[in-house]
DNA sequence: CACAAGACTTGGTATCACCGAT
DNA sequence: ATCGGTGATACCAAGTCTTGTG
């Protein structure tokens, strides 16, 4: 039974007194060609964030220096962001300033024309309540803790699950996003805006006809139960900041994530087999005598060489002011004929997705280069650079160029080939295994780089690398007394050649060999991380590299699997896993 | 065709749980 | 038993691309 949540569905055949066993995997069993995505789908619907509550009374909130007692829901409000306090961001202005706005809101209009100044308000005693609070649940005891731990383990047996077709599989999020106050990524104009809280009348459910539907909580109907199967999602909700909807779906594990998963790395294969055609013919693009052919032909060789995102169009003032290729602005790049000992240098900087800053400086061929000046010509900073050009068009060019083709396939195709290369390159066969991961890891660095996948340094990595310095100064050291220990037994044996001494040679020359091998083994992980800094690996090897490349290359030179992917990874990539052989070729 | 809505993937970071060292 | 560091996970935001509508 257990292996059949796991893997798919097992068949049982008797012939001839021998009971035949097949496993049919979950992603070699049939798809369904109507663009249905299930004909069966169960679940028990959401867990809704705990209700609100309110502060002791001693916990007192003071505007212009005056105790305030107010409103249960004014109140809530003030805990989001008393919360905050220590962040940056609640010294804003425009974080202030929506917050103020959306907290006036939830106020009675006695709280309303008494709290008019938000520099007036005290939060200060509800901060440090707060503070208390988490230094309280630290300090847990073990008994409790398990106690909650349990009931964690509980509700998520009972909601996190349901049945897809003839699975069980996990859910994704089954747990309902609680109120807060909205902190978008960098300059976010709708930072501090009140996000609400979401009730079971704002809940969508899709399910099958014939399952047994959710029920609400007590009291509550949902907004609408419906028996879509033409997506894939069990709930959804409109959130109030972007007016956007958020879903409820299934885990990476699942059996529809999955078969997504590979069928967007066959389709980046696919694009490996027509590349060097599209190559051509956007070089040859560059050369057109009409504009908007130039400018896309130009994007595309961004995107291909560069791994830059579409760039769709955003609506001005709803998000922060991030670009992708096609919405780059004059502004983002700068064109240096010469730099030092290169010609043609394109200098990018701009805010990508989430914020993060992309900056590269690239030499390009001649006709790139005379073509971006014209494309900046009689231009202001703000304009667009690609003005005959959006997502939609390039997108649409795409498809014409190879089925399923997409700009973003491009990152992929990339990240992919990347990889297989750079595992080729790097792979010395005789390398013990922390070398080979070491490689393997530099492999997927190289991936990340391409991508621009940054993080922040880990505020504990300064101590964290000294940490392992002075490891490595040890081991050094127990090494050195380790070889003389084994000189000394060397000179042992040649005065008394008797067994014993013999003996204890091969157990020195053991302890030097071990500590050789801890200490290589220290080294590497003090380079790995070093080199590490500011990188993130996760995002690459998680959405943009095809996994059966890790498996045979695992397979290939004798790595557990472990090694490479930890326990979600390898649910997630369970298909390949099972799949991949050692000669497997992205 | 433009535009908005909808569905789904990709993204970084805060927090949690665990584990070895003290 | 406690502490602190670390990897795993939860969280939820922000992209891409498709679909629907007038």
């Given at each position: 039974k257990q292996i059949c949540s796991l893997l798919g569905s097992v068949f049982f055949f008797s012939v001839m007194g021998c009971v035949l066993l097949f496993v049919v995997f979950r992603w070699e069993e049939e798809r369904y060609t109507d663009g249905s995505k299930w004909r069966f789908l169960e679940h028990k619907g959401p867990v809704f964030a705990p209700p609100y509550e309110p502060l002791p009374d001693k916990v007192k909130f003071y505007y212009d220096g005056k105790p305030m007692k107010l409103?249960?829901?004014a109140e809530e409000v003030t805990t989001f962001f008393s919360k905050m306090l220590d962040h940056e961001y609640t010294t804003k202005d425009i974080f202030r300033k929506n917050f103020f706005k959306d907290w006036r809101k939830e106020m009675?209009?006695?709280?309303?024309?008494?709290?008019t100044d938000l520099n007036k308000c005290n939060f200060s005693e509800m901060s440090e309540y707060f503070k208390t609070q988490s230094e309280a649940r630290k300090q847990m005891s073990k008994e409790e803790k398990q106690k909650i731990k349990e009931e964690n383990e509980r509700l998520l047996q009972e909601y996190g699950f349901c049945i897809m077709d003839n699975h069980k599989e996990r859910i994704g999020n089954f747990r309902i996003e609680p109120p807060g106050l909205f902190r978008g990524r960098g300059d976010h104009p709708k930072m501090g805006m009140l996000k609400r809280r979401i009730r079971p009348e704002d809940i969508i459910i899709n399910c099958s006809k014939d399952s047994k539907q959710p029920k609400p909580p007590p009291g509550t109907k949902w907004k609408e139960v419906r028996h879509d199967n033409k997506v894939t999602w069990?709930?959804?909700?409109?959130?109030?900041?972007?007016?956007?909807?958020?879903y409820i779906m299934l885990?990476?594990?699942s059996r529809i994530k999955g078969e997504k998963d590979w069928q967007k790395y066959e389709t980046a294969r696919r694009l490996k087999k027509c590349v060097d055609r599209i190559r051509t013919q956007y070089r040859d693009d560059w050369k057109s005598k009409e504009m908007r052919i130039r400018q896309r032909a130009v994007a595309l060789y961004f995107i291909d060489k560069l791994a830059l995102r579409a760039g769709n169009e955003k609506e001005e003032g709803e998000t922060a002011d991030t670009v992708g290729c096609c919405s780059l602005r004059v502004e983002h790049i700068k064109l240096y004929p010469k730099m030092d000992d290169q010609e043609y240098?394109?200098?990018?900087?701009?805010?990508?997705?989430?914020s993060?800053?992309?900056?590269?400086k690239i030499p390009v061929e001649k006709r790139v280069f005379k073509n971006l000046?014209?494309?900046?010509?009689?231009?202001q900073p703000e304009d667009d650079l690609f003005d005959r050009l959006n997502t939609s068009i390039?997108?649409?060019?795409?498809?014409?160029l190879m089925d399923g083709l997409t700009a973003k396939v491009f990152r992929t195709y990339n990240a992919s080939i990347t990889l297989q290369q750079q595992l080729k390159e790097l792979t010395c066969p005789d390398d013990s295994v922390p070398a080979k991961i070491l490689s393997y890891n530099r492999a997927n660095r190289a991936v990340a780089i391409l991508c621009n996948h940054q993080r922040a340094p880990p505020k504990t990595f300064e101590k964290s690398m000294q940490n392992l310095q002075t490891k490595i100064d040890e081991k050094q050291n127990q090494l050195s007394a380790a070889r003389k220990q084994l000189k000394a037994a060397k000179a042992d044996r040649k005065a008394s050649r008797d067994e014993k001494s013999k003996k204890t040679v091969e157990v020195k020359r053991k302890a030097v060999q071990r500590i050789e091998e801890q200490l290589m083994k220290l080294q590497v992980q003090a380079t790995d991380r070093e080199e590490n800094k500011q990188i993130a690996l996760g995002t690459s090897k998680l959405n943009y590299l095809d996994p059966r490349i890790s498996v045979a290359w695992c397979k290939k030179f004798g790595i557990p699997i472990e090694k490479i992917y930890n326990k979600t990874q390898r649910e997630k990539f369970a298909w390949a896993i099972d799949m991949a052989e050692k000669d497997y070729e992205f």
């Open positions: 409103s249960a829901p009675t209009s006695e709280e309303k024309s008494k709290i069990l709930a959804s909700w409109t959130e109030n900041i972007q007016g956007s909807i958020k885990n990476p594990s240098v394109v200098e990018f900087d701009f805010l990508g997705k989430d993060i800053r992309y900056y590269n000046q014209l494309f900046l010509e009689n231009k390039l997108n649409k060019h795409l498809q014409e």
